[in-house]
């Protein structure tokens, strides 16, 4: 991803996160903001410390060694039981101020719903990586792609075309036809399961199984600063509701809000997430502002606009014995003749990811056409 953003001359835009802080309600309800190692064993306790540092050595120090970024690697043991399960030992406070907020803020869905394999893929790539946006905002660089590559928008595949089983190009919704000796489908799996040609039975049926996290986030623009003391903060320890979790963007991105007015972000995870998709925007909204009322209070005086963002697919989510049918689907795919499938979905749910499987995909694209 770097070497991309420097291709492009943007590696001096990149802005590193200056704010780290999390704020936790603990069980009364109250805002608690741990300072380093000190302040979290203060709020995990003498039982969630030593759970904690049971996990550290075990899962993170002696673990399995895997990619951050591509799946490539079968781990039974990680990947055939939930984060829930593999984790039943822990106490309540491990779990309510780490294990359900990290699942919530890395992997958009709780811990029953995921496996321990992206689970302990997203923790260790957290504590390893720093979190960067452009200083124009990332859409910067996908603007500047697009001045070198011919992008066309509103211009909908309708279906990839084949002819004895070879690619011949793609047929759009307009009913244009474009034609290619190798297509490649990054989008989203949803839209690649209904992309691929019948023909391509088992990859089909792969990626209309692959299971996702929907996104139904709401956005509330104040009519005021709202410099808080943590740019994430989470509830799961004192509460179970939707929206559990909120980032303050413009503690978090400062540079992406010169107005310096507070913008609050309301997070719901899977599986409430998937039943959000049949609400109306202001019963989202209400909702969303109830529940960060907890974290910011008296917000609901100060908002200007609240707006609703809805993503039908939102991110891949690796339930337990997903990596192994991933596996089995990339090396299918292997054989497919002029189409290759790129998206960070296949390896994790990060730009990096992505960014990955598009090289590896035009690299066989372009080795195929030699």
Not at 103 to 113: D, I, L, R, V
Not at 279 to 292: F, N
Not at 328 to 334: G, H, Q
Request: charged residues 20%; glycine residues 8%; positive net charge.
């Amino acid at each position: 991803m770097l070497k991309l953003v420097n291709s492009y001359g943007l590696s001096q835009d990149l802005m590193p996160q200056s704010n780290l802080q999390a704020g936790y309600l603990d069980r009364r309800g109250n805002i608690q903001f741990p300072q380093g190692n000190l302040g979290l064993a203060k709020l995990l306790g003498l039982r969630g410390t030593l759970d904690l540092t049971w996990f550290t050595i075990r899962y993170l120090a002696m673990s399995k060694r895997f990619s951050f970024f591509d799946t490539e690697k079968d781990i039974p043991e990680y990947d055939n039981v939930s984060a829930a399960d593999a984790f039943s030992w822990a106490g309540s406070n491990f779990k309510d101020f780490v294990l359900r907020p990290a699942a919530h803020g890395m992997a958009n869905t709780t811990a029953e719903h995921t496996n321990l394999y992206h689970t302990l893929n997203l923790i260790k790539m957290f504590g390893t990586s720093k979190v960067m946006t452009l200083r124009t905002g990332n859409v910067t660089l996908a603007e500047r792609m697009a001045k070198r590559v011919n992008v066309q928008y509103e211009t909908a595949v309708s279906k990839i075309l084949t002819n004895r089983g070879k690619v011949e190009g793609v047929l759009l919704e307009n009913g244009t036809t474009l034609s290619a000796k190798h297509v490649i489908v990054a989008c989203s799996i949803d839209r690649a399961a209904e992309l691929v040609p019948d023909g391509m039975q088992t990859a089909k049926e792969f990626l209309s199984s692959f299971p996702n996290a929907p996104f139904s986030l709401v956005y509330f623009f104040l009519d005021r600063p709202l410099q808080t003391e943590a740019f994430v903060y989470m509830g799961h320890a004192y509460r179970d509701t939707v929206f559990n979790m909120a980032l303050n963007h413009t503690v978090k991105t400062p540079h992406l809000v010169p107005s310096g007015k507070g913008i609050i972000s309301a997070w719901p995870c899977y599986p409430d997430a998937a039943r959000l998709a049949q609400q109306s925007e202001s019963d989202l909204i209400i909702q969303a502002l109830r529940d960060v009322e907890a974290f910011f209070p008296g917000i609901s005086q100060w908002v200007d606009e609240a707006r609703v963002q809805r993503h039908t697919w939102g991110v891949g989510r690796f339930a337990p014995g997903q990596h192994a049918k991933i596996l089995a689907f990339k090396k299918e795919a292997e054989s497919f003749d002029g189409i290759s499938f790129a998206g960070n979905d296949y390896d994790g749910v990060h730009m990096e990811s992505g960014v990955r499987g598009g090289l590896r995909a035009a690299e066989r694209a372009l080795k195929g056409n030699k």
